[in-house]
């Protein structure tokens, strides 16, 4: 069965740093590219980044310079480190996977951060 689990959300100050999990359960980990997505009240859900398998890293513009996304696939999890955050980063997190040659996705549950003072 394959299960993405999300950890690490919660509430932070603005100007704070957070780092979220990912852990993933029933995939092929190596094969999957690795993807944080967003979605806040009203809005559509939005990629944050994503990482291949091979390492290759894309960022929304967003979050350019603040997040970094890395994968460790020997612990078969994906992490988010979010610096100098910002109201507008409050969202419900969810973690995405993407086989590169069955296209399967799958989807966490999500995780609420909120950034408040």
């Known amino acids: 069965q394959v299960r993405l689990v999300e950890s690490g959300g919660g509430l932070v100050q603005p100007g704070g740093s957070l780092r979220l999990s990912c852990a993933a359960f029933g995939i092929v980990f190596e094969t999957n590219t690795m993807g944080w997505y967003r979605q806040s009240p009203g809005n559509q859900r939005e990629l944050v980044a994503s990482?291949?398998?091979?390492?290759?890293?894309n960022y929304a513009d967003a979050v350019k310079g603040r997040f970094t996304i890395f994968r460790d696939n020997a612990k078969l999890t994906g992490y988010l480190q979010r610096n100098s955050v910002k109201p507008e980063d409050s969202a419900v997190y969810y973690c995405n996977s993407e086989d590169l040659y069955t296209k399967r996705q799958s989807w966490g549950q999500g995780t609420q951060v909120t950034i408040s003072s």
């Open positions: 990482i291949t398998p091979s390492g290759d890293i």
